[in-house]
């Protein structure tokens, strides 16, 4: 029996007094960390962005305002608002502004195209857009493709430039964001969750596979993930965080609701505003640590950075470290609100070598505070791997922040939680400290003659490389071994390195079997949330043929 | 409707394939931060006590054992068990232990008499006793009162000194609590509540008022009580903490499960292990300001001290912050689970003279996170107060951690409750910034000629007089005025000034018809926790008779 059914014990005569009522019982929901912080925090900066400020006041204000707007076109209770922007203040305020109407988020990556967001548009039945200046012709293009498909397009709301007349012709939109906004009146009164397991939003996977799904995210666990969030990055009261995390990916890890929750400032602009804390995945730190020294400047204080979506490589965590960040690892997916579990510091590490915190620190650790449990287990017979750091299973987690569900999909709901677990699609292993470490995805994992390769670990040694900027290893179809890693690679500059080299570098740290028998010079496509998109790389191997 | 109930949009068609299961579904309960720190944490320190040293691994195996032992005694679900201690190991443990056999804990204030314990088990009905050895005369006395009264007492289990063979006869027990925890066994099954609203603890209050009411926590209240804690008390990840707030009190505002779930050290010995936090009553940092020089040491680091309880005058929060201590003022009540505001610091307030900054730290500030709100309101009409600073009202709360009811009395549980608020009792203004402060408890307020006159405001003029060390203000009967205020002070050693110099002193400081018209001097009666007993001195005043 769950947690909405009657009280047993109430029913007793001993505790029969007990009332549920408006002084103690209200659904959860990070709503209220806005109006706590616009009561607390008042006059502090709740956003900055560029020459633009705003106070906890006057988010406050302005989210009400569009809360009011929203509802004054129609939208009622569950229905689906969504975005197509990247970290603008706009997005931030919709975060608040449409679960206060009752309704659904729907933060589309940026990076999508017109035909990806009108496939999105349509499942999700948004009734709004709301659209980045700079893809408004995706958005037009989307909107094109539903008209003539004979589907109902959604109200287009445009989101200029702010605090400036943006040139783009309003003529194509039925709103211009501000205006819009000043619609709506902040006397407003929000229309609070019935049940706090109502939707609060609606996350599309990323593009690591072609085909997303829709990841429900509900208000009780959006207000228990924000908490936990808060806390595994360490921050204290009031931090001031820098939005590098794209806002639309996993609605920003939940701090966006986070933030409110501290009181902390927003900076929705890549520049120092004395950040504390910002997060940011293995690839972007890759950038950072190989930015020519010229640009390099030294921090005013310690920065923590949280990383996170794919394996860091040990060699970055080293480097990153050497330059004065204080790196989080973190792990989790969209369907568990983002990051799930982190590699909690045990103090006593401090005093080991760099080399050998970088590869403890590269592990994903153990599962956040809002997390019931992680654990690695055979998918097929549900049963726990021995903690040997070698058994290979796969990750599952059970807790308040897992999904609610995909979106019209009962059939992969009901596949992502058998057994009562919820299935991740990655393969660890669980160390005797307990903490896991990611193997591969399940997907990504290279079958070579019956043996099986952790994509990850012919990375790591590839990232040990010295001229090596980036790698990603994938499948190449083999008549005679069925598949062999083919590795993709791109150089830094100013260094160079063959295909035999990189070979020759594998089997000499390697098992003979799991070196690349190709290496591809290229590139890398990466996801917005840079991660490297794998499925892309597959094809190009598929197409090289078999090579025996 | 509650948050308890059908999810409304998950029945329409859009959201049909939300599914709740063990994967994403199960009732909050402090429980799981054990379990969590018992994975995360290991074998770092627990708890320490004299010589006495757990580990997360220890604890957990433990409390898993004792909760089998409670279930082997028959002990059922939502069945009350008690204990009468200070703050050793035991009491810690029952704190994960009854949850986690399915029954209620209550913890009894120690310094109680035979008579109220053997009140408050007969109106609890519990089933068990666990007593420190040093209050078995106590709790022995109490058990006869109720075979007296032909009530079955509940079984008895003695506390001994642990890692002593304490000298303690245990004739008159039924079980000794190591011996009785080593029947368990530690494969035990949990018994997770069925609901989070089932009862965890029951927490009478305490004695400033003479009829302790039973105010009952459910599992999710202190699951989100001890989150809103650790963040108020500014805790990072492992924290140090010393505990001289009891256990027994709000089951120590709920960082009992508060530092498992930061991973952190109980410190239940009363020196120092490179404490990083500790809460104490503004009694209790009377005497750390005013002890003799000779035993102030320094202190190795910044401490946190978050004080509480009753107003803490500004002149002991200024010495507190020269002696180096970082004081965070909370207030709160049982029915809050102990802190339910506190004063947010702004960091623009420190460029602030230490004279004002301590008047603002004495306010009580606005509400913590798992609240929804505070608010100053007419007891009678339930209209808010003007933030002017002047107007008094009420202090009103709601939000997720305030108490399920008070046991076995429907009518004051829902006299607490009305207009959908918790009524405090307490008065207070609010301020322009919308801080809160406290100006006496409804109760506490002195009616002389017509006139209101706070006692707490007559206090912190008396703080000031440097002969002062400790001030407590009642209402004194009076034919003429009604009442006038009546004020029992301590002075410091060393010093003197005789009644007539302390009306005076008033007088300077404070309208006439404020100032005390008598002076006792005298120990001040205190609670455990150090809160001054002003029934008690209200009771000596009206023994005075009229003055008029």
Redesign the interface.
Known sequence: ??????????E?D???????????????TPI??L??SA????D?PSLVYGSLNYTWTQTHQRCLKLASALTQLGIS??R?VATLAPNVPAVYELHFAVPMAGA?LCTLNSRHDSAMVSVLLRHS?AKILFVDYQLLPVARGALDLLVNAQVKPPILVLIAESNSSSSTSSAAVDYEYESFLETGHSGFEIRRP??????ISLNYTSGTTSRPKGV?YSH??AY?NS?ATV?LH?M???PVYLWTVPMFHCNGWCLTWGVA?M?GTNICLRTAHNVTNMGAAPTVLNMIVNSPVSVQRPLPHKVAIATGGSPPPPQILSKMEELGFDVTHLYGLTETYGPATYC????EWNSLPVAERSRIKSRQG??H?AL??VDIRDPVTMESVPADAKTIGEIM????T?????????KA??E??RG???HTGDLAVKHP??YIEVKDRLKDVIISGGENISSVEVETVLFSHPAVLEASVVARPDDHWGQTPCAFVKLKEGYSADAQEIIKFCRDHLPHYMAPKTVIFEDLPKTSTGKVQKFILRKKAEALGSLS
């Open positions: 029996m769950g947690v909405g059914g009657q009280n047993e014990a109430a007793t001993t505790w029969k007094s007990m009332v549920r009522c408006s002084a103690n019982c209200s659904p959860l209220t960390f109006e706590r009561k607390v925090y008042r502090r209770k569950g689906v659904v039945e019935g049940n706090e397991w109502d939707p429900v009780r666990g228990l908490l806390f360490g204290g009261s009031m929750a009181g909690t510091w045990q103090p153990m599962h505070l019931e449990d987690f059970r807790g308040h897992v999904m609610s569900g995909y979106l019209k999909d009962l709901t009901e992502a939680f009562g677990w919820f400290d307990g």
